[in-house]
């Protein structure tokens, strides 16, 4: 089957018939049209092959005498598909770095919340309802790097685990589903508290959270265990690595639904308190709204990679821009969560200052 001419085969079809030219050919890869003698022909790479960039060029020479060239090597005619396989070797280094980034941004992620965590557990007097949430998403973000980690290292990094294709790494990637899903309900969890807290309940300290333990921990396991059983029977390839399936909906399309909901929990909030201090200026609004402030920016942040994830664009230089953020957005969550929520909480600042007033005193 001939291929359709291109731009710059064009202009070599209307030579004259006198004129010394290469026949038009089939290397086994492309189709080849008629050539003029002493001329190179080219055409996009085949976007059939994994390894090959179709945005770069194979070429093929029709040498003076109206032969297609032939290899020294080999004697046969060579058609160069070299530039196709150079950017593979790109890539390969730049899924390198990007491996490496992931590993590192849930090291740092892992050692940030267990920082964090230690510093509400140990000092009481931090301990609220509100801390209390912010201990479950820590511990969510946990597991999560935990298993991520483990699946980078163990199945990722291995392709003799891929092949072989155990039970075990299929339930490392529920796992993973799961404690994905824990990450955002768990920030649900946070502004719905905030939403009763402030809109509900006017500053009413007290809720019963055995229903965010019932929906941080509990309500993930639904999409996670669907996507599970929907993977087995539907798309059931090795260690359920492939993102090329619309079955990753099941649990993504859950988190999106959270997120929105969260969003439009904190902007009720900051319309609320807004009003409040613009009416009466009480002092635990202007607290709340510090406290609102951290999860607004966070949720945004949180989710901006479920709106810009189909986009990756087409350009090499911003598919690699593309890549680097996303991997940032992606892998470095838990540093973020624990930066924001704790080493910038107001009140462990207030904490840090009087114990270091404490000891300067002694």
């Known amino acids: 089957k001939m291929s359709h001419h291109t731009g710059e085969q064009k202009q070599f079809i209307f030579f004259s018939s006198h004129c010394l030219y290469c026949n038009r050919t089939w290397d086994g890869w492309l189709c080849w049209d008629d050539t003029p003698a002493g001329t190179y022909t080219t055409q996009n790479c085949p976007n059939y092959f994994p390894d090959f960039d179709p945005t770069e060029k194979a070429t093929k020479y029709c040498d003076e005498t109206g032969n297609w060239f032939r290899h020294p090597e080999t004697n046969r005619t060579w058609s160069n598909y070299t530039h196709c396989i150079a950017y ?8 390198y770095i ?7 941004g849930h090291a740092l992620s892992i050692a940030s919340l267990l920082i964090s965590l ?14 209390t949430l912010h201990k479950n998403l820590f511990c969510s973000y946990v597991l999560n790097s935990a298993f991520t980690i483990i699946n980078l290292i163990f199945v990722v990094n291995n392709p003799k685990v891929v092949e072989r294709n155990p039970v075990g790494c299929k339930v490392l990637h529920f796992f993973h589903m799961y404690m994905l899903g824990c990450n955002y309900f768990w920030m649900l969890c946070e502004g719905i508290y905030l939403h009763t807290l402030i809109v509900v309940a006017v500053f009413a300290e007290e809720q019963h959270l055995h229903w965010y333990y ?8 639904v999409p996670a265990s669907i996507h599970a059983v929907a993977r087995k029977k539907y798309f059931d390839d090795n260690c359920w690595m492939s993102v090329e399936t619309h ?13 929105l909901v969260n969003l439009f929990f904190l902007l009720n909030i900051v319309r609320v308190l807004v009003t409040k201090l613009r009416d009466t200026h009480r002092a635990e609004s202007n607290m709340y709204m510090k406290a609102v402030r951290a999860t607004l920016i966070l949720v945004p942040l949180l989710g901006i990679q479920f709106v810009i994830f189909p986009w990756r664009p087409e350009n090499r230089l911003a598919g690699e821009i593309y890549d680097y953020i996303m991997h940032i957005l992606l892998h470095y969550q838990g540093l973020l969560v624990a930066t924001i929520f704790c080493f910038f909480n107001g009140e462990v600042r207030t904490w840090k200052k009087r114990q270091t007033h404490l000891y300067n005193k002694l």
């Open 214 to 221: 019932l929906l941080g921990w509990g309500f993930p396991l």
């Open 98 to 104: 990007l491996y490496y980034m992931a590993i590192v």
């Open 118 to 131: 230690a510093i509400f557990f140990y000092f009481r007097s931090l301990s609220c309802q509100r801390i």
């Open 88 to 95: 593979t070797k790109e890539k390969l280094k730049m899924a």
């Open 247 to 259: 079955l990753l909906y099941v649990v993504h399309g859950p988190i999106v639904a959270a997120l």
